[in-house]
């Protein structure tokens, strides 16, 4: 089965800490996988896609195919990074997107 | 450059009401999608279209309905609103010979009374 798991509903940081969401899924294959965030009264944006491995407002995501992980990474947090994230993975035939429930990140000063 | 926009941006209808949201891109974009995000949820795949004339069904599909006559219109229809049918819902487009990336529109949040 295709699916998409974020273990944690809401994750509160200070500013200035590290931040990892986590994202494990279930594929058989390679998969296409991406992080989406949602800013407040925003619609939903891509963040980052593993194939591109580039760094988006200083966040990272390495494809762990061991640990069949997806986990989103900033070293230091910033308020503006409160916002509803998203991890996602591309169905099997390529035709449409799984998501996962969501984190919420909550950056605090 | 409109990209894509959903109409209404906010819905109140009653019960066993038929309800209709637009959504309309200018980018041609050969595929689009209706999601509903609900707490708890996340988002959820209700139908998608591959081109005009096709759609397919997503993950709940029950007691909605899609059509596709034109490559940039993608309504989607409540034919007989429910309470569980009070959500925010999204459309998105995609062009997969182009890139993997999905473009949401602002959504629409629809209260069932």
């Known amino acids: 089965a295709q699916r998409v798991t974020q273990p944690e509903k809401l994750l509160s940081v200070f500013k200035g800490a590290p931040v990892e969401l986590k994202c494990n899924y279930s594929y058989s294959g390679s998969p296409e996988l991406f992080w989406y965030v949602q800013y407040s009264r925003q619609r939903l944006q891509l963040l980052l896609r593993h194939i591109s491995r580039e760094s988006i407002k200083g966040f990272t995501a390495d494809l762990n195919k061991g640990e069949t992980s997806f986990h989103l990474k900033k070293p230091f947090a910033q308020e503006e990074d409160s916002a509803m994230y998203y991890c996602?993975?591309?169905?099997?035939?390529?035709?449409?997107?799984?998501f996962g429930k969501g984190t919420t990140l909550s950056v605090s000063s | 450059d409109a990209g894509i926009t959903q109409s209404p941006r906010y819905k109140i209808t009653e019960t066993g009401r038929q309800v209709t949201l637009m959504c309309h891109q200018t980018?041609?974009?050969?595929?689009m999608f209706w999601y509903r995000q609900d707490l708890g949820h996340g988002l959820r795949l209700i139908y998608y279209?591959?081109?005009?004339?096709?759609?397919d069904k997503g993950e709940v599909p029950d007691g909605y309905v899609v059509s596709r006559s034109k490559t940039e219109n993608f309504p989607l229809t409540l034919e007989s609103a429910t309470r569980s049918q009070t959500s925010v819902y999204f459309c998105?487009?995609?062009?997969?010979?182009?890139?993997?990336?999905?473009?949401f529109g602002p959504g629409t949040r629809l209260t069932v009374t």
């Open positions: 998105a487009s995609s062009e997969p010979r182009q890139s993997y990336e999905q473009y």
């Open positions: 980018w041609s974009h050969s595929y």
């Open positions: 279209s591959a081109a005009a004339d096709i759609t």
């Open positions: 996602a993975l591309y169905n099997q035939a390529g035709t449409a997107l799984i």
